[in-house]
């Protein structure tokens, strides 16, 4: 077992999963690896790592704001009836490619002869979501992987800044399942 604690020049790798406001699973255990301090993790969630090593299991809170964001109303959208399957009906769910190339869960709302109208915003919008977790590996980075850090953070930046402000966050989230 390693002795390394994360931390500033630290590489760690983490395995969570999400559970919304009633403790129900919201998503499926995924694994990521992140360079300490470098935006690639919230930075609630790097606080409660930060000093922890390999084995040790953590769990926190985060409010709706800073899990999936608000409810946008910008995010319930009209639709041409025609880019769905005839069978389409109220609650189904569908994933949609955004301008960006990002995946997003549409949860279909209304259904008209001419028109469908879907829900965007992602389904735990607004909600409490527990994450629970446990980390993989602690060490020091390595140049390749703060180099690497550093970019995606420029790039992230770069996207924001040339975003048009009324992107919502759906623009920024992967969806975790297919309805």
Known sequence: MSSFQVGPGTFYVLQYQA????????SEPEVIGAVFGTGQILPEVEAKLEGRSVGEHWEMRLSGARSFGARRASSIIEVDRADFPPDV???DRFELENVAGDLLV?????????????????????????????LFEVRPA??????????ALAEDQAFLDAAPPDVGVGALLRPTHRG
């Open 106 to 134: 549409a949860h279909v709302l209304e259904v008209a002869a001419d028109f469908v109208v879907i829900d965007t915003n992602h389904p735990l919008a607004e909600q409490e979501v527990t994450l629970r977790g446990e």
């Open 19 to 26: 559970f919304d406001a009633d403790d129900e699973v919201a």
């Open 142 to 151: 390595t140049s390749e992987e703060l180099h690497a850090a550093e970019l």
């Open 89 to 91: 009906a109220v609650g």
